[in-house]
Every structure is written in C-alpha cells, then in structure tokens.
C-alpha cells in the first residue's frame, strides 16, 4: 500500500515565525488531506488538496502530484497552532481509505 | 464542528468486555469510515461502510466489528478488549464512497482498557 512520510517529526517555533511542513507519498493519490490534531484529540480539517495550492488565512497548502509531495506553510504562528499535523492520502486504486503519515509536532511558543 | 457526532466522548472498561462505539455521519454523507489512533500504530483505517453496505476493510481485528443502519449511523463493536486496545476511535464520514470525496471527522471515543 502506499507510504505516506512527515517531516520534521518535531518543531519547535517562537510565536510570529513561518514554517513549512513536508509530506511525501509513495504512490500517485486522488485524494490528500491536511489535518490539525488539537491538544483535545480532534483532528480538524485543514485542507483537502489532491493537486494544486490552495490557501486559508494564515494557513496555505500546495500538493505536487507529478513529484509526490505536499507541503504546509504556516505564517505568523500563533500559539494556538500548536498541535500534531498529520497529512493523509488515498492511492488511486485503494478506495478511500485514508493512510496517514507520522504528523508533525508543533509547539509555538509565547 | 465538523457534523460528526460520536458516542460516548470516553470509556472505561475491563479486558475481556465488550463494548459499542456510535457514530452518526454528516448529514448526506453516505459513506462511515473507523479509524483507531494508538501511540505504537499511529493512525489506522479499520474499515468503511457506504449506505449499509460494507466497502473496504484495513488492519481489523476479527474481536472488532461494525456496521451500518439504515438511518446511517453507525456502531463498531469491540469484543474480548485487550490492553493494547486501549486508542482513541474516531468515525469519518463523506458524500461519496470513492476517491475524490473529503472525509470530515468526528471528536473521537477515547477508550480506555484496564
């Protein structure tokens, strides 16, 4: 099946900084996904990005299908963007299972 | 808020119990994916169901299964728990049942085995 991979696995930030968050894939996907898990445990939706770029607010995603990666960017971190990152992908002949990489653990601090 | 509800948010049981975790869709989502979150095995796709009708099954142990009701929600049964069973479960749903369609997540059952 397909191999989803995070980088770094750890980060730590000053509030205010950029960053930018890597996911690379094994296989060719028709589906990609970026997710926030909270310190309470929910994963939150941050992008659906198959292909393409897409932003949302301080937040922006940009997903190079032909070369197998994905990547976050987060500008002018705030402290409440602390949490794991996981990026998930679907390969096209495996439904739409979601495999999820490692994630990233950020902490921003004040 | 993603529309998906879960129940019960926590659960404490004892090996060898069995126990039923709820899940109820998106409204017009047709499609219940399971997953399990433990610290050793990551994030893990169990198995999905679109419109009563089981699809797709990953790493399920034959102690676990789900299924899918007619009014759509959806339960996943554990039975003979072990420690190691011991995550966080959380249901997805999407429209569709292929690739193409967004999964949207619920708050997680936080399942304690002692």
């Known amino acids: 099946g397909i191999q989803v991979e995070q980088s770094p696995p750890d980060l730590i930030l000053q509030e205010g900084a950029n960053s930018t968050l890597r996911c690379n894939f094994s296989?060719?996907?028709?589906?990609l996904q970026w997710f926030h898990q909270n310190p309470w445990g929910q994963l939150i939706n941050l992008f659906y990005?198959?292909?393409g770029t897409k932003q949302n607010g301080r937040l922006s995603a940009t997903t190079v299908a032909t070369e197998r990666y994905s990547l976050l960017y987060i500008s002018s971190s705030q402290t409440t963007d602390s949490g794991v990152y996981f990026c998930?992908?679907?390969?096209?002949?495996?439904?739409?299972?979601?495999?999820f990489g490692g994630g990233t653990r950020l902490m921003v601090k004040p | 808020d993603s529309g998906v509800t879960q129940t019960p948010k926590h659960l404490i049981t004892a090996t060898g119990q069995r126990v039923t975790l709820r899940c109820s869709p998106r409204?017009?989502?047709?499609?219940v994916y399971w997953y399990q979150q433990s610290l050793d095995q990551g994030l893990q796709f169990l198995i999905q169901?679109?419109?009563?009708?089981?699809?797709a099954k990953g790493n399920i142990l034959e102690r676990f299964s789900a299924q899918q009701f007619p009014d759509l929600h959806s339960e996943l049964n554990l039975s003979s728990l072990e420690l190691g069973d011991s995550a966080l479960y959380f249901c997805?749903?999407?429209?569709?049942?292929?690739?193409?369609?967004?999964?949207?997540f619920g708050p997680g059952t936080r399942l304690t085995v002692t």
């Open positions: 997805a749903s999407s429209r569709g049942q292929g690739a193409g369609y967004e999964q949207y």
């Open positions: 296989d060719s996907v028709n589906n």
């Open positions: 990005i198959p292909s």
């Open positions: 998930a992908a679907t390969s096209v002949d495996a439904g739409n299972m979601l495999t």
């Open positions: 409204s017009g989502d047709l499609s």
């Open positions: 169901y679109y419109n009563g009708e089981e699809r």
